[in-house]
């Protein structure tokens, strides 16, 4: 087998590494010596700049031991690139096979012809190639190149046999027809060459297509067939192009081809047999005549699908980060706002008559306050930056506050109502997320009957589902369970797509109108509470969602009414600490009314040298987190270093670096969220004195 000069050209070690292992031939294993190698016998020359390999092939010009193949990367920074490579090249020797490799789509193929001339001993592909597809390659332009360069040399044979033998015509022509008969050969090789790497490249990964000028298809590619959803090649030939691209879209395929005849980069949202849509990008031409007359189509396009679902996942997840970094940093301002409303609320509440007016007007803000201070717990919860605690709560009254908030914000062609069934829907679970659950399900069913109007209808009951019932779906354990179901009149969710309304970023609305997980969160809160949630609808006759929480042993008179308690009052010197007056004043009022005495700072720094001066004449220090100077965790640590057995209350409206386990680690006796409710802080404080005394008992 002849010996080929491959010189390979690119600026990345591991990338020559590679040409080398894949070009080199395989050794020898112990088999027949005389058996012919998979490979030829190439000698590879390998150049990480394109002006070495111009100064290689100079040399090799020079020693009369021309190079069969180079195969140039496009770019191979700092030097110059591919294209000037490939033009000094061939400057120097006319005969090469030039293959130009790219892991980029821009290169101007036009220009790149222009530059480097003949076309039909320069190749353009695309990396990555696979090893097999690349000795292929080589094998057939190392094949080309030794056909073009033996028919070379016969013509000049043969022209200087004519020459020098005009007086022996008759043996000249016999000799001729032979030589003549080898030379088709050689073509026949040469074509043969050439259909072999016609086929190489049948199998591209983009779409290849040639079209009449009416757009039916002539010819395509398996990638085509593939991206548009044929099953074969032959299945696809009866297509139109133009009909294949959505009506509706911002620019017309064939519009476009009639008025610009090139289409560079071209990115159109097209049909599948399926009728599902798909995203390609890639470069269409219109085959000219002399007249200028559109002959022919041709076409390369790349499924570009996925990565603009991904890029959209992106954004809304993006969007998503933004509303929870958002919600972090107004958290502790909004709940301080919402403490000066509620402190003043239950002071003015306790000087007010029993069954008055103002009596149900002030529960009323109360009761407001709460829902304020849920909500932004909800949102902190959704993008994880807030605490959940799971305790025993009771569903039905999250149902009724759930429907008096509908009524308020629904269009009154929505009827609302409610139909609690059973009395045991006590289950473990955090409150906030139960009410989100709520409000993710009615909203969704609240969209569906926009347009008509229809019935909301939310229902509670329990249910015992017995061992072979749970035995079909994984993750049920036996036992009673709590049953929350969502009924709509709406148009219902198809059969087809049922399997993916749970899925993130799912959604059939229109843009700006929903983000797609509003289900796929209450899948998730569901799922963490040990439950399960199920969907039956039919296309145009509403929807019902039912979920099963587990119901918990605690009964109705277990669960304790918190204003039937007693409000613990105490007595002791306390430091208060907050950066906001106004929280100041109420906490203040607050404390001194629970029987405590109170020195109160607003400077972190000035509360530590208060407690510094005099650390045995405070009984409990009570400090918001958020602070300028010294944050809350600060002066804590700062403080127990002076007395490590002071009880301390760290207060907070919202802190990413505050945890129960770290706080509890440093020695602070309790975490309070803010707004703080005066039950709340009565109690806290309680357990924090009481504690401290039995400690020192």
């Not at 080929?4 to 990338?15: A, K």
């Not at 360069?149 to 022209?159: G, P, Y």
């Not at 548009?228 to 009909?243: E, K, R």
Request: some cysteine.
């Amino acid at each position: 087998m002849s010996r080929y000069r491959l010189l390979v050209v690119d600026d990345e070690e591991s990338i020559l590494g590679l040409y080398k292992e894949i070009l080199s031939p395989a050794e020898d294993l112990g088999g027949d010596l005389d058996e012919e190698p998979l490979l030829p016998d190439f000698e590879l020359t390998m150049c990480n700049q394109g002006d070495q390999a111009v100064d290689a092939v100079r040399v090799a010009m020079a020693e009369g031991r021309p190079y069969s193949v180079a195969l140039l990367d496009v770019r191979m920074p700092p030097g110059p690139d591919g294209v000037w490579t490939a033009e000094n090249i061939r400057a120097l020797d006319p005969n090469i096979e030039i293959v130009i490799v790219s892991a980029y789509s821009d290169v101007n193929t036009r220009e790149l012809n222009r530059r480097v001339t003949p076309p039909e001993k320069l190749l353009y592909i695309q990396k990555p190639l696979h090893p097999e597809e690349l000795r292929q390659l080589a094998k057939s332009l190392c094949a080309k190149w030794k056909t073009a360069r033996d028919l070379i040399m016969l013509n000049a044979t043969l022209q200087k046999q004519v020459d020098m033998r005009t007086n022996a015509l008759s043996e000249a022509n016999k000799r001729l027809k032979r030589d003549m008969a080898v030379r088709m050969r050689m073509l026949q090789e040469l074509l043969e060459s050439e259909e072999r790497y016609r086929l190489l490249f049948e199998e591209d990964i983009t779409g290849d297509f040639v079209a009449a000028p009416d757009g039916v298809l002539k010819a395509c590619n398996k990638a085509f067939a593939r991206i548009f959803g044929f099953g074969t090649v032959p299945d696809a030939m009866s297509v139109n192009i133009f009909d294949l691209q959505l009506t509706g879209s911002d620019d017309s395929l064939r519009d476009l081809i009639l008025t610009r005849k090139k289409l560079e980069n071209f990115e159109g949202v097209f049909r599948r047999r399926d009728l599902r849509t798909v995203h390609v990008i890639g470069t269409i031409i219109g085959i000219l005549n002399v007249r200028g007359q559109i002959v022919e189509i041709r076409g390369y396009l790349l499924d570009v699908t996925e990565r603009k679902r991904l890029e959209e996942q992106l954004r809304i997840a993006q969007k998503m980060e933004a509303i929870g970094t958002l919600a972090g940093g107004i958290a502790h301002d909004f709940n301080n706002i919402l403490g000066v409303i509620t402190g003043y609320t239950e002071i003015i509440l306790e000087n007010t008559d029993k069954g008055s007016s103002l009596e149900r007007r002030l529960k009323e803000i109360l009761g407001a306050c709460r829902r304020a201070k849920d909500l932004i717990n909800q949102i902190l919860n959704f993008s994880r930056q807030g605490t959940q605690e799971k305790k025993a709560l009771r569903v039905s009254p999250l149902i009724k506050e759930t429907v008096k908030l509908l009524r308020t914000s629904l269009p009154a062609s929505l009827d609302i109502r409610e139909n609690i069934m059973t009395g045991n829907d006590t289950v473990m679970a955090d409150p906030s997320q139960i009410h989100q659950i709520l409000l993710n399900l009615c909203t969704n069913a609240a969209h569906a009957m926009r347009e008509r109007g229809g019935l909301l209808e939310i229902s509670l009951a329990e249910v015992h589902l017995d061992e072979a019932t749970v035995s079909k779906t994984p993750g049920l354990s036996a036992g009673a369970y709590v049953v929350i179901t969502v009924t709509d009149s709406g148009h219902g969710i198809p059969k087809t797509i049922q399997e993916k309304i749970f899925d993130p970023f799912f959604t059939t609305k229109k843009p700006g109108e929903g983000t797609g997980m509003g289900l796929a969160v209450v899948h998730g809160i569901v799922k963490q509470h040990s439950g399960v949630v199920y969907v039956q609808s039919e296309e145009g006759k509403g929807a019902s969602f039912q979920v099963l929480l587990p119901q918990t042993g605690l009964m109705d008179d277990t669960v304790t009414d918190e204003e039937s308690r007693m409000l613990p009052i105490g007595k002791g010197r306390i430091l208060f600490v907050d950066d906001e007056k106004a929280l100041v004043d109420i906490g203040r009022e607050i404390l001194e009314g629970l029987g405590y005495e109170v020195v109160a700072r607003t400077s972190s720094v000035e509360a530590l040298e208060a407690f510094r001066f005099q650390p045995d004449k405070f009984d409990l220090i009570l400090t918001d987190q958020n602070m300028p100077n010294l944050t809350g965790m600060e002066l804590a640590e700062k403080a127990l270093q002076t007395r490590p057995d002071v009880p301390i209350i760290l207060c907070t409206g919202f802190s990413e670096i505050v945890s129960y386990s770290k706080v509890r680690e440093m020695g602070i006796r309790e975490i309070v969220m803010k707004p703080i409710l005066k039950r709340q802080l009565a109690e806290s404080i309680h357990r924090a004195l009481t504690s401290d005394s039995t400690a020192r008992a």
